[in-house]
């Protein structure tokens, strides 16, 4: 049926219903992208920890068929020198409903465009949801991490992330620049001849879907407040504009009353009775603020480009991106990753931590309706830290840590399951 994935001889497919939520069999076949880099480290020691998870919860009743699925540079390798994101491998991912990647390289500067991005807008994959929270025991740079709470809605479809761009002197540049100076009255392009160019669009039917989810979130979580997070001030009407739709639909959709006359609005939780408080706070305060009152911010809903960033630096506060999981949704399909990157440095070393992908799976089983096998990911991740047998990333920050590989921090949680 497939070109080259291979469909697993026993498990069934996940499905969905007309109102979103999941059928989950007991032997579902779940998709994976090993990824490039250190993801051929990390992704086959998550496939085992998951797999042990899932056996002690249920005792064989439930099993996971896994199916790989080829995309990067594994998939130039199996499809041919151009392949990087096959036809089959987005049809896999949509029809399975269900899924989890790891990372794949983006060269800077010139050559292919993301292929994490390009994954993201061909599924409409238009939230992506990173938690950050503290584990006891993580060596942190700051002196009170468990303040740290949060979870960001990043806006996962648009942004400057639409790849719309032309490289400085291009034709194409020289010609958009023409149009903005002579048909829109663009004065401020301090050198038009050599200027690289991009577009940024924002739109409100994205703000508008993306804060839906955070508000929401923050109902089903009994969360206290939703921070926008934006640049507004400067960029107006894309920046601004996600921060006043925002507001909007929080007061249209949700009930929120203004407070002392806005912009700050708030209503009660209709499921427990609390305030939930939406507020704004410009991207540069922002992060200073998360440094110094983190305990202030709850959810965070942010534009793609602010949630890149922000995702990297909160999840240094709680020890690092060795144990910053996330998911990319939309309203039926779920793929979930890690928030680092391929750190090439270290490929093929059975080196890195591969705590972030192995919560990116927590995350997955969770979304699934298995919490026993979630729950036991987090007790064996929380036991195997306080054991102080940790990855490079924790020992360097740790008195008297073991240092242990990739694989064998993954064994070290599974002796602790
Ligand atoms: N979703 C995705 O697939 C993503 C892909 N990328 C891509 O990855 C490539 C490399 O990007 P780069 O900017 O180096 O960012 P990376 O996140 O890959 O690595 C940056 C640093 O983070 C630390 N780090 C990363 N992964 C781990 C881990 N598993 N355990 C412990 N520490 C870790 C290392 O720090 P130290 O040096 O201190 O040990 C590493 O040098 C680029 O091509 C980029 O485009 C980037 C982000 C996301
Ligand atoms: O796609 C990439 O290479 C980088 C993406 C990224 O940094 C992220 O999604 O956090
Ligand atoms: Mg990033």
Not at 14 to 32: A, G, W
Request: proline content about 6%; glycine content about 8%; overall charge negative.
């Amino acid at each position: 049926m497939y070109q080259h994935i291979k469909v697993p001889a026993q498990g069934e497919k996940i499905t969905i219903n007309p109102d979103f939520s999941l059928n989950v069999p007991d032997q579902p076949i779940i998709p994976y992208i090993e990824g490039d880099g250190t993801g051929f480290d990390i992704t086959p020691v998550m496939l085992k920890v998951v797999d042990a998870a899932v056996a002690k919860a249920y005792g064989g009743k439930r099993q996971i068929h896994w199916m790989e699925v080829y995309a990067g540079e594994k998939s130039t390798q199996v499809y041919g020198p151009d392949v990087w994101l096959p036809e089959e491998t987005l049809a896999v991912l949509k029809d399975y409903v269900v899924s989890i990647k790891g990372p794949l390289t983006t060269p800077v500067g010139g050559g292919i465009r993301s292929l994490n991005v390009a994954l993201r807008q061909e599924l409409d994959l238009y939230v992506c949801l990173r938690p950050v929270q503290y584990f006891k025991g993580v060596p942190s740079p700051v002196k009170e991490p468990e303040k740290i709470n949060m979870v960001i809605f990043r806006e996962n479809s648009e942004d400057i992330y639409a790849g719309i761009e032309y490289e400085a002197q291009s034709p194409k540049a020289q010609k958009l620049i023409k149009f903005l100076q002579e048909e829109l009255g663009a004065t401020k392009i301090r050198f038009p001849a050599t200027s690289g160019i991009g577009i940024k669009p924002v739109s409100s039917e994205g703000t508008e879907r993306l804060m839906r989810k955070a508000i929401q979130y923050a109902i089903d979580n009994d969360k206290p407040s939703v921070t926008i997070v934006h640049k507004g001030n400067i960029m107006k009407y894309t920046e601004g504009g996600f921060r006043d739709w925002s507001y909007a639909l929080a007061q249209r959709e949700f009930g929120a009353e203004l407070i002392d006359g806005g912009p700050w609005c708030k209503f009660k939780n209709p499921k427990t009775g609390r305030e939930i408080v939406i507020k704004d706070s410009i991207a540069d305060a922002f992060l200073q603020q998360i440094l110094l009152r983190p305990a202030e911010y709850s959810v965070i809903a942010t534009l793609n480009l602010n949630g890149d960033y922000i995702s990297d630096a909160l999840a240094a506060q709680v020890g690092g991106i060795g144990i910053a999981p996330g998911a990319n949704l939309s309203d039926s399909v779920a793929c979930f990753e890690a928030t680092h990157g391929t750190a090439p440095k270290y490929a093929g070393k059975d080196y890195v931590n591969p705590g972030s992908e192995i919560l990116s799976a927590e995350m997955m089983l969770r979304h699934m309706g298995w919490i026993e096998a979630a729950d036991l990911i987090i007790s064996s991740m929380e036991k195997a830290i306080q054991s102080k047998r940790v990855t490079y990333d924790f020992a360097r920050l740790m008195q008297g840590a073991e240092q242990v590989s990739c694989s064998g921090f993954g064994q070290v949680m599974i002796e602790q399951m």
